[in-house]
């Protein structure tokens, strides 16, 4: 499990990165509640858990930059912002093989049977029968080649496909009034996300890894794809979804990172 050590603040240049953050991340932040939001949750040890980097040295000091940096150069135009659609790619973009990541190792993938697996629903939705993956199958399905960014400091291109989730919430009467959808998932991680992303035309609830069904390591029986977030907002190996006006969290978010984690 990874683990990121708040720095002593006066070992480092604390203004300078603060402002480079600021400039960086705060130039897209139009909207005055979501700028108090980031201002309020962007301390140095935030900032050291929204790029995932140690900031006690000068070595770490340049790779928190480096991955705001990444992050203007490739992310800025699109992901603080929510009117506008992520970038898709072609399919020879496509990053093989795609990288693997948990709060666990790779040999600790879990393995889930399809023929038991249900889908649960709780909470804000009308229906809350639970679901089998053929259902699910059994909905008008869509593909898209879009780019994973994960705060470690990498990205990566690849292709899913399922069912949009905004399709999915309106198919079983989700008040999507509410709030937040929260996610539990088989491993234990959990994760929650806003009304409007939840209903943006790229959120998919993704069955499918490369035309093929999800392999365990990318989420099996599926996960939440979101192109306008990042990595640690797209859970995996969903077994629950729930509607709720009650902030959920997550297990990162629990932890410091930010919980807008994307547009
Ligand atoms: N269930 C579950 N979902 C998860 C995680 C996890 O540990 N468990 N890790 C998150 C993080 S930090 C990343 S970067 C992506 C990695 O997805 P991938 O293995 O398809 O690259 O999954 C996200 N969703
Ligand atoms: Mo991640």
């Not at 899913?160 to 009034?177: E, I, K, M, N, P």
């Not at 990595?231 to 006006?245: C, L, Q, R, S, W």
Request: hydrophobic fraction near 35%.
């Amino acid at each position: 499990m990874k683990i990121f050590q708040r720095p002593p603040l006066n070992d480092v240049d604390a203004d300078g990165v603060l402002a480079e953050a600021r400039k960086l991340i705060g130039r897209k932040i139009e909207q005055p509640a979501r700028r108090a939001f980031l201002q309020r949750s962007l301390t140095m040890g935030g900032l050291s858990l929204l790029t995932g980097c140690s900031i006690s040295d000068n070595e770490g000091v340049e790779a928190a930059l480096t991955t705001i940096s990444r992050f203007n150069d490739h992310v800025q135009g699109w992901i603080f912002d929510p009117n506008q659609l992520a970038p898709t790619y072609p399919e020879s973009m496509i990053t093989r093989p795609f990288p693997f990541n948990a709060y666990y190792a790779e040999s600790e993938v879990l393995q889930i049977d399809e023929e038991s697996y249900r889908l649960e629903l709780n909470g804000m939705i009308a229906d809350k029968r639970a679901w089998k993956l053929s259902e699910l199958r059994a909905m008008q399905q869509h593909d898209q080649v879009t780019r994973h960014i994960c705060v470690e400091g990498w990205s990566a291109i690849g292709k899913w496909g399922g069912v949009r989730f905004a399709d999915f919430l309106r198919r079983v009467g989700a008040d999507t009034s509410a709030k937040y959808i929260g996610f539990k998932c088989s491993d234990d991680y959990y994760t929650s996300i806003d009304m409007p992303t939840a209903l943006h035309p790229q959120t998919l609830l993704a069955l499918t890894y490369d035309g093929q069904p999800l392999p365990p390591k990318y989420g099996f029986p599926m996960k939440l794809r979101m192109p306008t977030k990042l990595g640690y907002k797209n859970p995996k190996h969903i077994k629950a979804i729930f509607v709720t006006n009650t902030y959920p969290g997550g297990y990162w978010e629990d932890q410091g990172y930010n919980w807008f984690g994307g547009s």
